[in-house]
């Protein structure tokens, strides 16, 4: 399809800079009807049906962009996927000089020797440290990889905030260097609201990489190749999936990292199945989705994979029509931006 479908005017008093506090306050535009109706997050548990199962993903946002020098030369490093218990693979600015078997210090004891280029642009590293060690080193050294639409300056006194911020009250497993932004509206309140309404909730584990802030710079979507990330779906989730369903419960995915990942899991026989490994599936229009019924997800950018996804979901003419209607009321985009709750198209 031309990407040029999937493009549109966004202003920039528009894109959140700080999250709706607390996080359930956000606005939720609601599509699961015929129109449109303007909500709040904490409205949710009315939204959904007893029996439905909400999906979210836990993986843990780290610390991932991390200040450095070669030589007299200062280096911005942003880890974007775990290659080794020790090494990453990285976006680095300035990058096109690096070579292999320069080395990048970080901290007096923290440092990575470039061991690899990629075709992308990205570099290998091999870190001095590994396991524990490596991920104790971040969070001393390294700084929350915010999107480059969310406006800091580095002694923003915001950056402390967003170490919290910038995570879901269910972040468990350490990987991400981009949060499952859906997830973010979710506070022990609106959780205990949807167990009081018999409404179940379970994760599986995708760790988002920074490909997800990549616009399509291809012309047709048939040319551009998706970014991988490592997930998995547990056994437990999965019977759990198939005791909701059997029930006449909905699936509902938090997020688009879900929903990729559960349908990554689901084979042609719409019989989602246990999975651990790499993920690059790619959704457009004329996807037959499998799995998931509802998708709970904030506004993405124009061109992106996610707007991509979301206009299979409910219909490009539906999404485009909706976006307008939240430029139009003020609706805030992106990372810590407002939220709505889409219905899959039939």
Not at 209 to 225: M, S
Request: with cysteine; aromatic share 10%.
């Amino acid at each position: 399809m031309n990407v040029d479908l999937f493009d549109f005017e966004l202003s920039r008093e528009l894109i959140a800079d700080r999250p709706a506090d607390p996080r359930d306050s956000a606005r939720l535009l609601d599509l699961t009807g015929t129109g449109f109706s303007d909500r709040i997050v904490h409205n949710l548990p009315e939204l959904l049906q007893p029996g439905d199962l909400l999906i979210g993903n836990n993986t843990k946002v780290i610390p991932a962009r991390l200040d450095g020098r070669r030589g007299a030369v200062c280096i911005e490093a942003t880890l974007h996927m775990r290659a080794a218990d020790d090494e990453w693979f990285a976006f680095a600015k300035p990058g096109k000089r690096l070579k292999e078997g320069q080395r990048i210090e970080f901290a007096g004891d923290f440092s990575a020797e470039v061991t690899g280029k990629c075709a992308d642009g990205s570099i290998r590293l091999k870190f001095n440290a590994g396991g524990a060690e490596f991920f104790r080193q971040l969070e001393t050294y390294g700084r929350m990889p915010l999107p480059p639409y969310i406006r800091r300056k580095k002694n923003d006194a915001q950056t402390a905030a967003d170490r919290k911020n910038y995570q879901t009250v269910f972040a468990e497993h350490e990987g991400a260097v981009a949060a499952p932004t859906a997830g973010l509206h979710f506070t022990p309140e609106l959780f205990a609201a949807l167990n009081a309404r018999g409404i179940q909730f379970e994760t599986v584990t995708l760790h988002v990489g920074a490909g997800t802030f990549l616009p399509v710079k291809a012309d047709d979507t048939d040319d551009h190749k998706m970014h991988a990330e490592w997930g998995t779906v547990s056994p437990a989730v999965v019977e759990k999936i198939h005791a909701a369903r059997a029930a006449g419960g909905r699936i509902v995915a938090i997020g688009t990292t879900s929903l990729r990942l559960l349908e990554s899991a689901t084979p042609a026989q719409k019989k989602i199945q246990p999975f651990t490994g790499e993920t690059d599936i790619f959704i457009t229009p004329g996807y037959q989705f499998k799995i998931v019924d509802l998708l709970l997800t904030n506004f993405h950018l124009p061109r992106s994979t996610l707007f991509m996804l979301v206009a299979a979901f409910a219909g490009l003419d539906r999404i485009h029509a909706a976006y307008e209607h939240a430029k139009q009321t003020g609706y805030r985009f992106y990372s810590y931006g407002d939220a709505c709750l889409l219905k899959l198209q039939t």
